[in-house]
């Protein structure tokens, strides 16, 4: 039996649901994070299998550099309207448009390729992967334009 502090510390960590989080600590026998492997693996599985889904709804997020010279404009799509309004879809959203603004990506190809500005240990895809995994639906980028201000 795992100790419920430990689920609820996971919990934290990944909003992952109880039973899973449980599960996975069973398996990582209380190790935190081994847990959180495990569920990111399952996630990233969960995630695949709704690669083929298709993505009619979604967003678009602005950005504006603290500067004001910088901005992006980026359509961020999912499959239902319902997921595009929740918090975390829009926090994605949020900070793939900053993402662009900091590291110009030539297309959505190396886009998804480059490391997360904020977690050099996972890539934009990384972070598409894990949303997808919260959300239970196929999340793609649309479209993006950045517009620089040149000196």
């Avoid at 995630?47 to 298709?54: E, V």
């Avoid at 319902?82 to 110009?104: C, G, P, S, Y």
Wanted: proline share 1%; aromatic share 4%.
């Amino acid at each position: 039996m795992v100790n419920t502090n430990l689920i609820k510390e996971l919990r934290d960590k990944t909003s992952a649901g109880i039973a899973d989080c449980r599960v996975a600590l069973e398996e990582a026998n209380g190790d935190i994070k081994k847990a959180t492997e495990i569920l990111q693996k399952k996630g990233f599985e969960k995630a695949a299998k709704k690669s083929d889904r298709q993505t009619g709804e979604g967003l678009v997020e602005s950005y504006i550099h603290q500067t004001g010279k910088v901005g992006v404009l980026i359509s961020l799509l999912c499959e239902t309207d319902f997921v595009a309004r929740t918090d975390e879809f829009k926090t994605l959203a949020h900070e793939i448009a900053m993402q662009i603004a900091a590291m110009n990506p030539k297309d959505s190809k190396s886009l998804l390729s480059q490391e997360y500005i904020r977690d050099g240990s996972k890539t934009i895809n990384d972070l598409i992967q894990e949303t997808i995994a919260k959300l239970g639906e196929n999340i793609k980028i649309g479209t993006f334009s950045r517009i620089q201000i040149s000196k």
